[in-house]
């Protein structure tokens, strides 16, 4: 493939091989050194010429974007609820449906007061972020068992200026051997895909540790959903992301274990993507 000559010649090149517009406008400026605010820039020097080594390094980021690279980690960044993250291959990419849990979140929360909020399995620290900024009264921790993803959200927060306490390791453990507990609530999007499912080679560039969880993609909501009620406070919430079709299941581990209050709610394809309940008593 000849390298393009300008800069609508690029955007031609990634329509050719089936990139999204957004996507490939993205890719382009971050291969030209620009910011991703300046799409309109873009537009209106379509005619710009490409030097070699813009050119060579857009070729780099066509290919591997082919090869399904997401767009996060070719250009290092990510917005998630309105906040810039910078994402690499240590983290899972942030989903727009992870932000339902955000909201869901953002209603539960005591009005009052400092509520005591845990995020477990935080990777880019995109949701306990999410609910800092919306809450800068909450008292926000984050717990993240591998080092590289929670060195990566404890960047993000000190880009941000959000003050968040970090936990290192598997997720409660850290909180129990710290003495911290009375959650008003628990949020995770924990790994939910079985460990065969046929769609993972298509996340082959995300970390695996991230995304599976046994044979049927439970296991780790069974261990959160097992550890987390005694940790809870009186009337507080644990939320769970979860695959669209596990809600039955999860509301039904959350029953058998005494939680009270099920609910669920619906990501932006209006599937059942997030379900919770409170501890009653």
Known sequence: MSAPATIAQALQQAAAQGLARLDAQLLLLHALGRQASQRAWLLAHDEQPLDAAQAAHWAQLLQARADGVPLAYLTGQREFFGLPLRVTPAVLDPRPDTETLVEWALQLLPQQGQPRLLDL????????LALKSQ???AQVWACEQSLAALQVAQGNAQRLGLALHWLHG?????????GLGDWDMIVSNPPYIAEHDPHLPALRHEPRQALTSGADGLDDIRHIIAHALPAL??????LLEHGWQQHQQ????LAQAGYGEVAHRRDLAGHIRCTGARRLR
Request: no cysteine; glycine share 16%; charged share 15%.
């Open 250 to 253: 999860v509301a039904q581990l």
């Open 170 to 178: 598997h997720w409660l453990e850290p909180a129990r051997q710290a």
């Open 121 to 128: 399995g935080t990777g880019s620290g995109a949701i306990a």
């Open 233 to 238: 406070a009186p009337g507080g919430w644990l």
């Open 135 to 137: 809450r800068p009264d």
